[in-house]
Structure formats: structure tokens, C-alpha cells
């Protein structure tokens, strides 16, 4: 039924939270492409405003991932491990500097119905941040399970 050894509540919390940062990200992400290309500007203003909602979810999230998965290294060293940790910096400030700001920006100005340059410029750079936010969180996320033997890399042909 159950594992005899379960798994330590730290572990549990940095994975959980960890999916859950990226779940958010993608979802933020999809929702955006698919209201702003097939939606009305009322669509785009409601899907604007969860997303800023949301945040306020994403965040501690992140922060949570974070501060588990350091504990949870310790001193261990390795490859996998220090992808990790040097990835870790880059994953917070692009949530902190971009995505925030952007997500309040962008709501504010779709509630406004002010659809103009700076709308779009801001949302070209709130897609490209996300992306690559996935990226990285979706890169330790495979660290993370090989790490702990529930991913197997292929090797390379
Ligand atoms: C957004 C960032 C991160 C995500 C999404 C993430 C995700 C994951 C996942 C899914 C696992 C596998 C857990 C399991 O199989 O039970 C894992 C393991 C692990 N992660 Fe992360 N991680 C992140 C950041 C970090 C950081 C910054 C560190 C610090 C170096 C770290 C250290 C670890 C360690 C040491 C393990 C193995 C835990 C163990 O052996 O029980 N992670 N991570």
C-alpha cells in the first residue's frame, strides 16, 4: 500500500511546491496566448487580473522551493546539485524583476482597456521571461528527479 520509509516532509515540501511554481507559470502562460489570441478584451482584463491574483500563490512557491532545496543539499556538491543552486538565483529575480512587475503592469492597463504598444511590448516580454523561467524550473524539476532515481536520463546515441 504505503512506502515502508515515507518521505521526509521536507522533501515532500520542495517537490510539491516546486510542481506547483511551474503548474502556475505554464498555466499563466497558456492562458495568456490562447485569451489574448481568441478572446475579447474582457477575456484578456479577467485572464490578466488571475494572473495577478495568482501570484501572490507563485511566489511563496518559489521561496519555498528554494529555501527546502538548499536545506536539503546541505554541503553536497555535484553536478546536478550546483546546476541546481546556480540555476535557483536566476529563476527568483526573473519572478521578482519581470513577471511581478509585468502581471501588475499588464492588469492594470487591460482593466484600463488601454490595449496599446506598451501592453503588448510588456506582454512579448512577460511570455519570453515565463518561457524561460519554465525552462530552468523545468530543468531542475529533471535534476531533481534523477537525482532521487525516479528519472532516468537516456544516454546520448
Ligand atoms: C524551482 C526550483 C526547483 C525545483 C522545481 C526543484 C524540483 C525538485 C524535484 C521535483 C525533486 C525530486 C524530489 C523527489 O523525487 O522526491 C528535487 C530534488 C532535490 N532538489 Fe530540487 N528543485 C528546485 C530547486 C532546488 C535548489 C535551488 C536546490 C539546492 C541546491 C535543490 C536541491 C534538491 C536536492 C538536494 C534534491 C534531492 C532531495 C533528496 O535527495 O531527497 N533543488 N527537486
Not at 499588464?106 to 518561457?131: C, H, P
Request: proline share 4%; hydrophobic share 55%.
Amino acid at each position: 500500500m504505503t512506502s515502508a520509509t515515507p518521505a521526509p516532509a521536507k522533501r515532500i515540501a520542495h517537490r510539491s511546491a516546486g510542481a506547483l511554481a511551474f503548474l502556475l507559470i505554464a498555466s499563466f502562460w497558456l492562458s495568456t496566448v490562447v485569451s489574448e489570441l481568441f478572446g475579447s478584451h474582457a477575456t484578456v482584463a479577467a485572464v490578466k487580473q488571475t494572473i495577478l491574483y495568482a501570484m501572490i500563490v507563485l511566489i511563496p512557491a518559489l521561496a519555498v522551493t528554494g529555501a527546502t532545496g538548499f536545506s536539503l543539499a546541505g554541503g553536497r556538491g555535484g553536478g546536478r546539485v550546483d546546476a541546481k543552486r546556480r540555476r535557483m538565483p536566476f529563476i527568483a529575480a526573473n519572478g521578482i524583476l519581470i513577471l511581478v512587475p509585468s502581471a501588475v503592469f499588464l492588469a492594470m492597463k487591460a482593466q484600463a482597456g488601454s490595449f496599446d504598444t506598451s501592453f503588448y511590448a510588456v506582454q512579448a516580454v512577460e511570455l519570453v521571461a515565463g518561457a524561460v523561467n519554465l525552462t530552468l524550473i523545468g530543468r531542475n524539476i529533471a535534476d531533481g528527479l534523477a537525482m532521487t532515481g525516479r528519472l532516468r536520463r537516456r544516454r546520448p546515441a
